[in-house]
């Protein structure tokens, strides 16, 4: 039951499901709710689209879920900060700022309903080091670095405030073989729809849209995406063998939030005897278990998914390598 309701109330426009959520549940059956929302990160929009039953104890548990968003406004309203001082600092650096932060200023209707937990930097390999100086005037210092995942993770020494840097948003050797996401492959036009849908698809699918928070943010981009940037989002793909994680994540926003114009890419990147695949993720236990690290990462159901997805991607290279009298 705690499911399909949850389902009801993620859509930041609003319940596009069946009429607006209006509870008859019990508390425990409530706060099983919220902590799935808080699970899937997408708190602030159930909490704009939900009905609280009356009495007392149900506004105990919505004045905690509030105080829950509010913190997780405050931490996004000080990487915001950061974040700008540093594009600032780093002015003429190939890099551009992905994910969260941007997510949330272009391509929802509030900011405050996509919180965020870092800043995801996005740069040319060979200006690593170049940023690096910049960074550190700026009170960061470097915490980890992992070259084969292309990530370096920094941290703001008065504030705790979290950046990451990446060469490449597909972090997996093995899944980069299959598909890859570079700063060159956005970099003409960092904030456009285009941009941020694929972006969208590639960060989801790097985490098998284990958070309804991915789908959320596939159909978001997708929404605000142009009839005029279709064609470069299609060359996006193209370009970064991405085809298949975009179908996956619009059709699952498509499935999920009702969005038509989900639905309309996805059936615009499908490819005959593909839709299937997206069955796999549909049944409630994979689409709404809580964010245990267990359930998500070592079901059965997310490597299935994984490995469909980049047999997917590596069929593509096959078929333009075909296309083009490669072997």
Same mark, same amino acid.
């Given at each position: ?83 700008? =001082? ?219 998914? =994984? ?21």
């Amino acid at each position: 039951m705690i499911g399909p309701l949850l389902l009801r109330c993620i859509d930041p426009l609003g319940p596009q499901i069946g009429p607006s959520p209006i509870l008859s549940l019990s508390r425990t059956q409530v706060q099983r709710l919220l902590d799935k929302a808080a699970a899937h990160r997408v708190l602030p929009i159930v909490l704009q689209n939900l009905s609280f039953p009356a009495g007392d104890e149900f506004q105990v548990l919505r004045h905690r879920a509030e105080e829950d968003r509010i913190e997780q406004l405050a931490l996004s309203a000080m990487l915001h900060h950061h974040a700008i =001082r540093m594009i600032k600092a780093a002015a003429g650096l190939p890099i551009a700022i992905v994910k969260g932060h941007v997510f949330a200023e272009t391509i929802y209707p509030r900011a405050a309903l996509r919180p965020f937990t870092d800043i995801d930097l996005l740069i040319e390999a060979d200006a690593v080091t170049a940023l690096e100086a910049v960074l550190g005037a700026q009170g960061f210092t470097k915490a980890t670095s992992d070259q084969q995942r292309l990530e370096a993770k920094w941290i703001h020494s008065p504030t705790g405030a979290l950046l990451e840097v990446h060469s490449n948003l597909v972090h997996s050797p093995r899944m980069r073989r299959a598909f890859s996401l570079r700063h060159a492959d956005v970099m003409d036009k960092p904030l456009a729809a285009s941009t941020q849908l694929a972006v969208a698809v590639t960060h989801g699918a790097m985490h098998y849209f284990a958070w309804l928070r991915h789908v959320v943010d596939v159909c978001q981009a997708a929404r605000t995406l142009p009839i005029e940037e279709e064609a470069r989002f299609q060359g996006i793909l193209e370009r970064t063998g991405t085809r298949v994680p975009a179908l996956i994540g619009l059709a699952l926003a498509a499935q999920l939030l009702g969005d038509a114009r989900c639905s309309e890419l996805a059936r615009s990147l499908t490819k005959a005897r593909e839709s299937w695949v997206v069955g796999l993720l549909r049944d409630g236990a994979a689409l709404t278990a809580t964010s245990d690290s267990w359930i998500v990462y070592n079901s059965w159901r997310r490597y299935i998914f =994984r490995e469909l997805m980049r047999y997917g991607a590596l069929k593509d290279q096959g078929d333009r390598g075909s296309n083009h009298g490669l072997s």
